[in-house]
């Protein structure tokens, strides 16, 4: 890979991160829409490592489930 490529990688790193921060506030505004509260308030590790660390690509139904198995939160 030549430094022009390795750039080019860089600099789309760069710019898919920054949407991924642009979609991740309207996602966790959403949640503590929902839910009342922010998700690292109550140590919500599942969506944290599934939403910041992209460790997994969650369901609804997989974030109301362990937030209902994890009691932190009432389901509306």
Known sequence: ?????????????????????RLLKIAEKEYIRRYKHNPSEVDDDYWIDSMHNCWSNPTIEDIKNNAILHNKINIL
């Open 1 to 21: 890979m030549t430094d022009k490529e390795w750039q080019t990688v860089i600099d789309a790193c760069y710019k898919a991160g920054k949407e991924h921060l």
